[in-house]
């Protein structure tokens, strides 16, 4: 099974029909900062040009890093495509970036605080 998960800039409430209307997420950081807290959670993350590609056994993510101009990061959307640590992964990269996200296969807050944080 193969999901989606935005990683952006949401505000701390407990669930997805919080987040005020109102709400316009900021941009995350400039490109090398985003690319360098996402190395530090995963150091075998493969970079190439505007996606990162994570594949080691239990893992099959593709970051695809949306732009705002030329250096400054929107937001990101991981494609989980299978993997039974994917989803620690990117709880992992969450709390390296200290961001929220929005998980498409359950249409709610990512909630990776309770998975294992080793990779």
Known sequence: MSWDIFIQDLPDVPS???????????????????????KEA???ADEQDEWIFIRQPGMDISL???MEGANIVRYVVAHVHSGDQSAACVAAILRSLNLRAHDTS??????????DESL
């Open 42 to 44: 995963v150091p075998f």
């Open 106 to 115: 359950t249409g709610e807050l990512f909630d990776g605080n309770s998975l």
């Open 16 to 38: 997805i029909n919080d987040v005020p209307a109102t709400h316009r997420p900021k941009p995350i950081g400039d490109r090398a900062t985003i690319i360098a807290k996402i």
């Open 64 to 66: 695809q890093l949306h």
